[in-house]
């Protein structure tokens, strides 16, 4: 899984309150029964200012999450050359007449999925994108050009019109405003551009089954902090899932047209099970992972 998860969609903000200098100040600030409170600690001989207004300590939210680095943001290789060949096949080979396109890896994670994608893309340019500095940090050694950016605020740190290509892998199922960070995506590929996204299947073989038992399916997390009546033990960050059905209409519905769907593997099923999981990549509504190759319209 990519997490790259990593162009989180939530920004946490801390709001301080006010010191208050004296009783009166702290009466002003938290009403009359914090100053009771203030005459009693004066008594006391503790500081009345601080026990009153000090902000309690800021829990923990996505971004912090996602600049963890325990946080997985490396993605499966099956996958990875999948989609990569995919692209490859959408852009053609550079040569004359057909300059290197610009391929922005946006949620490039740990940049392992952008460095197969440069290998298999022969000479075209990718840029690989992120919001998270620790990422970068580890992407930098792969790619040639690592740019910090975001799908949420002020948006990428491109042009419009400027991108021939993204590729947005496993990145979608992290966000909390999903159609707002696709309306970037148009916004930066030029006319006809292409748009490499890949997610988690809700639909996969082995979902449908666990749901039939009353189990909580795979990908699937109901928190941050551990894993709760799932298979597995990697917390990962998944906020949304699609089935093959739904993520086409999403796509579709912003402002995209849909080329391809196809199926991947999953390098989380146990080895047993492993050449099912492929067998199951021919019909991709039952797949692991999801691919759609779709053109800006």
């Not at 600690?41 to 503790?46: C, M, P, T, W």
């Not at 949620?107 to 340019?125: E, M, Y």
Request: aromatic share 4%; glycine share 10%.
């Amino acid at each position: 899984m990519t997490t790259s998860a990593n162009v989180a969609a939530a920004t946490d903000s801390a709001v301080a309150e006010p010191e208050a200098a004296d009783s009166e100040a702290a009466s002003q600030v938290a009403g009359p029964e914090a100053a009771s409170d203030v005459a009693e600690s004066e008594e006391a001989g503790k500081s009345p200012a601080t026990e009153a207004t000090s902000p309690a300590p800021r829990a923990p939210g996505l971004r912090d999450f996602y600049e963890n680095p325990t946080v997985p943001v490396a993605s499966g290789e099956a996958r990875t050359l999948r989609q990569a060949r995919m692209l490859a096949d959408a852009l053609g080979s550079v040569g004359p007449g057909r300059p290197a396109a610009t391929v922005l890896d946006v949620g490039c994670g740990d940049g392992s999925a952008g460095a197969i994608a440069v290998r298999v893309l022969g000479g075209h340019r990718v840029v690989g994108i992120d919001w998270s500095q620790d990422a970068l940090r580890r992407a930098a050694p792969r790619l040639s050009q690592v740019v910090r950016g975001e799908l949420t605020g002020c948006g990428l740190p491109f042009a419009s019109g400027s991108a021939d290509a993204v590729l947005f892998s496993e990145v979608v199922e992290h966000l909390v405003d999903p159609d707002s960070a696709l309306d970037e995506l148009r916004r930066v590929l030029r006319p006809g551009g292409h748009l490499m996204l890949s997610t988690p299947n809700l639909g996969a073989w082995y979902n449908r089954a666990l749901l039939l038992a009353g189990v909580q399916p795979v990908f699937s997390e109901v928190s941050l902090r551990r894993i709760h009546g799932r298979p597995g033990s990697e917390v990962v960050g998944h906020l949304r899932l699609y089935t093959a059905r739904a993520l086409r209409a999403f796509v579709a519905a912003s402002g995209f047209e849909v080329v391809k769907l196809a199926g991947a593997p999953f390098h989380g099923v146990p080895r047993p099970l492993r050449p099912l999981d492929r067998l199951a990549c021919g019909a991709p509504s039952l797949a692991s992972i999801l691919l759609v190759h779709a053109r800006k319209v």
